[in-house]
């Protein structure tokens, strides 16, 4: 367990000859901590005086046992470079930075209709006890959401865009991308296999069947700035600003309602021509974005 570091160097510049006890630490680190945080987050609910205190001291916790210690410990066992096997050794250029921000906003149509597609879908009626049930789990989540964005002050925004979007953007790419796609990428794994095995590994651990499409394309395109940039920062950069847009206006709109202003609306109405041409337009900037993007990054490679 000491040292899984050899001289083999597959796609992804990683130098396991091992990866499988490391994946091995890594899930049953994430298992025994997922107990430990229910237990403490029963703990927690039972003391605390109000259920908004209790969920956000919660999802702190889960964030630092069920991500981050899982991530940072298998990899301080699995190599003596462990900021190399998380890939936070490197930081990313500015202009990659800004070409994956533009990509983020220009892909908002499209990922809008994806959205409402998988949010609609309907089971065949032999199945619709299943549904019944992942819809139960979409309602709770939302509940959840709610709760934490309950009150109209500037302080709850803050507080929600500090555990939602820096922290759970941190934790999640630190757990998913830095460590886990990252040993999978350091065996003989196709890169792009392992970028959507644990994209749809993370879309699933959500635990919400109607938007486990868009969230695992989210989490292929995270997995897809790290393998090109080889820094897990550029991740972890647009996983925290996603995380942070939709937190604003999830308290935006439950403080003021305001259609017009709503990112989530933008090309979702097919039926319009109008937002037929911006679905159209934001695939076509889209790509030519991830064209540059992956030049860019071989050139700074």
Known sequence: MNEFLKRRVPSSGIMLSHPGPALTILFA??????????????LIANVS??????????MILQDILIFILPAIATALMATRLPAKLLAINKIPALNIILISVAILFSSM??????????????????????????????DSAQTVIDNLMRGSSVGTLAVSILIIG??????????FRGAMQRIFMSTTMNGHLAVWCVALIFSLFHFQFFG????????AYFGYLLWWSGSLWLPIILHILNNTIVVIFTWRSCNIPDETLNPDKLGVDL???????????????????????????????
Request: net charge positive.
């Open 29 to 42: 680190l994430f298992a025994f901590f997922m107990i430990l945080s229910s237990i403490l987050s029963g």
């Open 49 to 58: 005086k109000t259920t908004v205190v209790a969920i956000r001291l919660s």
């Open 109 to 138: 149509p499209i990922m809008n209709v994806i959205v409402e597609w998988n949010r609609t879908i309907h089971f065949p009626e032999y199945l619709s006890e299943f549904e019944r049930v992942f819809r139960q789990m979409e």
């Open 166 to 175: 820096v922290m759970a953007g941190f934790s999640e790419e630190l757990f």
């Open 212 to 219: 486990i499409v868009p969230r695992m394309l989210l989490g």
């Open 271 to 301: 039926s319009s021509s109008a937002n037929c041409i911006m679905v159209g337009v934001s695939i076509i900037i889209t790509v030519l974005l991830f064209v540059i993007l992956k030049r860019l990054c071989n050139r700074q490679n």
